[in-house]
């Protein structure tokens, strides 16, 4: 997987095999079509931090979620350029890691160092880029301290933030 | 994000975005873990391409000749010693010391030797070789008056509990006793195949198996899977387990192995509407043309070829992949097959059994050959859809590949992929699961994941009568 080198520039022909390593892994019939809805997973774990509007633009010419009419899939000849250009223009710009950190003790008012589980499934249900009930119940069913019923986020931090060498 | 954070929604939606990221790369972790299991476990039996390349050279050169191209394809392509005929095995003449203290069957088997047997498994123990051979010989007796498709009706049944690959596991196998409940009138079953090798215990697995056969014929139900074969059986280790279980008539048991296993039937009907077979179907599958086959001498070591059978004269075929945009599909080529003794008849019974234990469905329409596995093929949905609608089928239920959930649908609910061996590719890798189907053949899946917990509940199962 690309490494977070902010200071050097990526090299195209570097950036295509990423590309296509990470397309290959879903592309569960080896004929460079992926079903639109691992287009997600695939494109965070380039590095990137699309948006949910990002990721359902199906419309914009340049998008990389661009679906092929007759197969209901995602077409790597298409997916290519317009991820290898996301890429080099860093279009789906990341997240630092200590505004993560801001992130959650701004949700900590009384600066506990911790959440209420209930506490973080309110915010993350009803603001900003909606979480699923789904992806709710799995993210406290991993995450939270079942013990204390609390989520100790700067234990989350690093968990999120390693970057696994792929 | 110049300034720091002071809106809740700001934070949210970081927050949002990191745990997505997160879950994105354990999920694209886990894919590349999964297709290097699944390579691995594939790239073995890609070897057999090359044999069958070589094989149907040889073919295409011999069916050339006039008179006697023909008597020696069939040399080549029988098996040494048929497996239809008597074996001479004395199995009365091998002692069974004192100091055993494993299961004594008696035959016709009953609940007690059955009961016996399951114990004697969780117990670790290692059943005689003489009551294995015993055990071996009753059920090729019984598989001769099989035929080869057995037709099944939920009539006379209640709810039939249909089980994907086990490979040797016999946790699974026990897991599945557990929760579902042991063979009986009350709880038919269907295996569908690849009870040996990889796992460890194979032995274990397919004697219970012929066991319960043997005690309820009517309930228990087994079909044949690619691995129920001697050169798949050399290679994944259900030969070597053999060996070493049995020094002194390991050949011999095997030899009868090889007998059964050739003997089990190649597909179940439910009710003329379920059709079960282990891997898959091709747009040559025709269940009247398998009923005539004689299956027992439809082995791998003859089955290599997967090119199809050479074509009479006015008609050229050719391997094709339908696209889904084309209007209106080519029908499909006509099947013809010569006399039942003709080669060309074996020809294509070898290959016909070789798509219904080796194929995979796609997702794209037509079919091609399945170069992955070296055998069968890669059917899309059309091909599905003809065939069920050829035989009045609503449904085909399959096993072959393991799938994370333990079961998978596909073709738009055509096709079911059912796999019993849980935590297949390592700890953790994937559940387990079975069917049940009742009158109204809907059906209902059941999954499990064998862990230290499940293995200590099934070891202290109480089974009734």
């Given amino acids: ?166 | 994000y110049g300034c720091s954070i002071r809106v809740p929604l700001v934070a949210a939606v970081l927050i949002q975005r990191w745990y997505r990221r997160y879950m994105a790369r354990l999920e694209m972790r886990r894919r590349y873990t999964w297709n290097i299991f699944q390579s691995i476990e594939y790239a073995g039996e890609q070897d057999q391409l090359q044999l069958s390349g070589f094989f149907s050279f040889m073919l295409d050169n011999f069916t050339q000749l006039n008179g006697n191209g023909p008597d020696l394809i069939s040399q080549l392509l029988e098996p040494v010693v048929d497996p239809w005929l008597d074996r001479e095995i004395c199995y009365n003449l091998i002692p069974v010391p004192e100091s055993y203290t494993g299961p004594r069957l008696s035959f016709p088997l009953s609940v007690s030797d059955t009961n016996a047997l399951l114990a004697a498994f969780k117990d670790q123990q290692i059943l005689h070789a003489r009551y294995v051979l015993q055990l071996l010989y009753e059920t090729k007796k019984l598989l001769k008056q099989m035929p080869n498709i057995v037709h099944l009706s939920t009539s006379y049944t209640n709810e039939i509990t249909i089980c994907g690959d086990l490979h040797g596991r016999l946790d699974d196998l026990l897991l599945i006793f557990y929760k579902n409940g042991l063979p009986s009138a009350e709880t038919p079953y269907v295996f569908n195949g690849d009870f040996v090798d990889r796992g460890k215990k194979s032995i274990e697995v397919v004697c219970l198996l012929f066991a319960y056969l043997l005690l309820y014929p009517d309930y228990m139900h087994l079909n044949r899977g690619n691995h129920e074969d001697h050169i798949m059986n050399l290679r994944y280790g259900f030969t070597k387990e053999v060996m070493q279980k049995y020094k002194t008539h390991g050949r011999e048991i095997l030899q009868l192995f090889q007998d059964v296993f050739s003997l089990l039937p190649v597909a179940t009907v439910i009710d003329g509407k379920i059709l079960i077979v282990h891997g898959g179907i091709s747009d040559q599958t025709d269940l009247d043309f398998l009923s005539t086959i004689e299956r027992h001498k439809c082995l791998t070591w003859n089955s290599l070829c997967s090119v199809p059978p050479p074509a009479p004269p006015q008609h050229d075929r050719e391997w094709k992949q339908v696209r889904g945009a084309d209007p209106a599909p080519p029908p499909p080529p006509p099947k013809w097959r010569g006399p039942p003794s003709a080669p060309f008849h074996l020809l294509s019974s070898l290959r016909e059994v070789g798509d219904i234990l080796w194929s995979d469905p796609k997702t794209h329409e037509g079919w091609s050959p399945n170069t992955f596995r070296g055998r069968g093929c890669y059917f899309g949905p059309d091909v599905t859809r003809r065939l069920l609608l050829q035989h009045g089928l609503q449904l085909l239920i399959r096993s072959h590949e393991c799938k994370q959930e333990g079961y998978e649908l596909c073709h738009g609910g055509q096709v079911i992929t059912i796999f019993s061996a849980s935590n297949y590719y390592e700890e953790g890798s994937n559940r387990g699961a079975y069917i049940k189907v009742g009158r109204e053949l809907l059906p209902r899946f059941y999954q499990y994941q064998v862990s230290r917990a499940t293995r200590k509940l099934t070891l202290t199962q109480r089974y009734n009568r």
């Fill in chain 1, 1 to 166: 997987m690309m490494k977070n080198k902010q200071r050097s520039e990526p090299v195209v022909p570097d950036v295509h095999k990423t590309i296509k390593a990470a397309f290959e892994a879903f592309d569960y019939e080896s004929n460079n079509r992926v079903d639109v809805r691992e287009i997600g997973t695939i494109i965070y774990s380039l590095g990137c931090f699309p948006t949910q509007a990002d990721l359902h633009d199906k419309n914009s010419r340049d998008s990389p979620v661009q679906v092929e009419d007759q197969t209901g899939c995602i077409n790597l000849e298409k997916f290519l350029p317009a991820m290898t250009k996301v890429l080099m223009e860093h279009k789906f710009p990341s997240v630092p890691e200590d505004l993560l950190l801001q992130a959650f003790e701004v949700l900590d008012k009384e600066n506990k160092g911790y959440l209420e589980p209930e506490q973080l499934a309110k915010y993350m249900t009803q603001e900003g880029e909606l979480f699923t009930q789904e992806e709710m119940d799995e993210m406290l069913t991993a995450l939270a301290d079942h013990e204390n019923n609390r989520v100790y986020y700067k234990d989350l931090l690093n968990q999120w933030t390693i970057d696994p060498d792929m």
